[in-house]
T-cell receptor, first 114, second 115 residues
């Protein structure tokens, strides 16, 4: 069955430290890949997306993600976390040419220590 | 401003009392969908619509209905709500020009509690 896994439910980092949020997917072929952020009480905002080409994708707010086909992973990174990055982060995938289903991972809640 | 709006934002109701959550987008998007968000499960798609009068089931359609009579509106209907439908609901839309590769724009969410 197709699935998206975010192994870390909660992550706490200190402000200024680096961050990596993990995402693994299970699909027959490489899907379209997305990272969304949900700030408290808000809807979801797209951080970045991967369709093809360069496997290192730059997004908004200083985030980047790297697609690794061999590992079926699409991990999100940020070199220096700010207190305003505290939020819940969702990895999502959409199969190519297979309808319109966007499948989300369970989310990772990021807390930032001062 | 391009946006997806939902109403109400918060709703507390009782089992069996029919309710409708409205969703409207002003971006002329053809594709719209509804998700529910539950802790640890992420967002799961309830229904989606490719265009006016075209709707289809997502992952968790049981207990829900939708309609798409106009391009901009996509209401979610709970004919007989039950406590297991207590959740946070999101409406989303996107341009269908490049199909599933396009970004989905999300509404602010509707927190529903069914007692």
């Amino acid at each position: 069955a197709q699935s998206v896994t975010q192994p870390d439910i909660h992550i706490t980092v200190s402000e200024g430290a680096s961050l990596e949020l993990r995402c693994n997917y299970s699909y027959g072929a490489t899907p379209y890949l997305f990272w969304y952020v949900q700030s408290p009480g808000q809807g979801l905002q797209l951080l970045l997306k991967y369709f093809s080409g360069d496997t290192l994708v730059q997004g908004i707010k200083g985030f980047e993600a790297e697609f690794k086909r061999s590992q079926s992973s699409f991990n999100l990174r940020k070199p220096s976390v700010h207190w305003s990055d505290a939020a819940e982060y969702f990895c999502a995938v959409a199969p190519r040419n297979a309808g319109n289903m966007l499948t989300f991972g369970g989310g990772t809640r990021l807390m930032v220590k001062p | 401003e391009a946006q997806v709006t939902q109403n109400p934002r918060y709703l507390i109701t009782v089992t069996g009392k029919k309710l409708t959550v409205t969703c409207s987008q002003n971006m002329n998007h053809e594709y719209m969908s509804w998700y529910r968000q539950d802790p640890g499960l992420g967002l799961r798609q309830i229904y989606y619509s490719m265009n006016v009068e075209v709707t289809d089931k997502g992952d968790v359609p049981e207990g829900y209905k939708v309609s798409r009579k106009e391009k901009r509106n996509f209401p979610l209907i709970l004919e007989s709500p039950s406590p297991n439908q207590t959740s946070l609901y999101f409406c989303a839309s996107r341009d269908s020009g490049l199909a599933e590769s396009n970004e989905q724009f999300f509404g602010p969410g509707t927190r529903l509690t069914v007692l």
